[in-house]
């Protein structure tokens, strides 16, 4: 039993199993090429760039010539990395700016964790988040929840570039149900997914998708239009409270 689960896959008495180990190998021969190929392209053109600039402007700017990429990593406004590559919107910065206006608005004296104690009659109540980092309400804080979501939409608008005004977003926070919000939550990152994979510098290109994931995309998009709607799909006005408004 353990000379099969040892032995390597190019040493097994199964001919399939020798050739798909050949499939690999090739495909991990053909990634390893293609990235020397960009590497290269890489060493061309900063060897240019130092060429044009001259070794002492590098170094006068406290840029070494051979750490070059640092100058394609995105930093906050302290010069600390973010983790991103550098694009025309500092992501990093934002969600660090973001994080902090949250935390500002859940603890301390008149918080909204300190409000949900009072509700629920709980002094040791404290908040939880989801797997986003998103606070999650208890049931009975519906009120609490749309007013910290309403303050979030307020500083969001000051803060990010979005398709439609923030009185569209604060009529959506009134209208629509904590359970379609949590689902529109959870159809917005089935969506990210897609769209994450097909992204390139920024920009979104889903002719590279297979047409299976496109017709997903589709449906999602279409799904969560229909979560956003007061109407259903045969055009009769949701109840009111309903799961599905």
Known sequence: MMDHILRLPSHSLSVLVRLCQDVVDECNT??????DKKAETLKHLRDKAIKSTGLKQWLYRGISPFNFDKLLIEKDRNGKPTGNFLDKVNRGQYY??????????????GGIEQKIRENLGDKDYEIEFDTDGEPVFPEGCESIENDFLHKLNDWTSHHAVRPFTKEY????IDMLSRITREAQKSIQKDINDIVGACTINGKVHTELLTNSKMQRLKQLYNQK???????????NEKPVGSEAR
């Open 96 to 109: 660090q700016d973001r994080e902090k206006f949250i935390d500002s608005l859940l603890y301390g004296k």
């Open 169 to 172: 977003y604060d009529i959506k």
């Open 225 to 235: 239009s229909q979560l956003a709607s007061v109407y259903d799909e045969y055009g």
């Open 30 to 35: 053909e990634t390893h090429r293609e990235a």
